[in-house]
């Protein structure tokens, strides 16, 4: 049995769910989002948990029952209290600003970078240095800061790059040749 699908998934007060075959949506202080689960699986509403179950025990079915069980739970905590990841910026001149809905990178290229925020997700720029990221979408919020890190990523040399807050940069010495 797997130890995440098996436990239930408990909905706070406002939060209301709704199956139907295997799309379950979800509705809450914040939005509405709606997934997907796979055949493999089953999702039924008992009171105010919701139970996620496998229909076989084929490995497929013991794979996709926790992803889904995951999935839910990611759903429930978007409309409650969304997602958000934040990025920091190193490097000497290195900056971001926010123009409408498009994010501007200066990342030591030719050029500057410029970036559509995606409908769903809402960025913030604390500081030239320091970004957050936030949505109701786990996956979109995720995707975003992915695609964001990719414009120029951490080097392990002086750290210089776009990192998340709590990611942690493996140095390297460097030369030491000539004394």
């Known amino acids: 049995m797997s130890r995440i699908?098996?436990?239930p998934i408990s909905l706070p007060t406002g939060v209301s769910v709704e199956v139907a075959g295997q799309q379950v949506s979800v509705k809450g202080p914040r939005g509405r989002l709606s997934q997907e689960i796979p055949a493999s699986v089953s999702v039924s509403l008992s009171g105010n948990t919701l139970v996620v179950?496998?229909?076989g025990e084929d490995r497929q079915s013991r794979s996709m029952h926790g992803l889904a069980r995951s999935l839910l739970q990611n759903l429930v905590a978007g409309v409650t209290q969304g997602h958000s990841r934040?990025?920091?910026i190193n490097g000497v001149?290195?900056?971001v600003e926010l123009r409408k809905r498009?994010?501007?990178f200066s990342l030591g290229y030719?050029?500057?970078i410029f970036f559509e925020i995606p409908e769903g997700v809402d960025a913030?720029?604390?500081?030239?240095t320091r970004l957050t990221v936030a949505g109701l979408d786990r996956q979109l919020v995720g995707a975003t800061a992915a695609k964001i890190r990719s414009f120029r990523p951490p080097e392990p040399y002086k750290g210089k790059g776009v990192k998340?807050?709590?990611?942690?940069?493996?140095?390297?010495e460097g030369k030491s040749g000539a004394r």
């Open 5 to 7: 699908g098996r436990l």
């Open 53 to 55: 179950a496998r229909n």
């Open 86 to 88: 934040t990025l920091e």
């Open 93 to 95: 001149g290195y900056r």
């Open 102 to 104: 498009y994010l501007v």
């Open 110 to 112: 030719s050029h500057p």
């Open 124 to 128: 913030r720029v604390e500081n030239p």
């Open 164 to 172: 998340y807050v709590d990611e942690v940069i493996r140095r390297k």
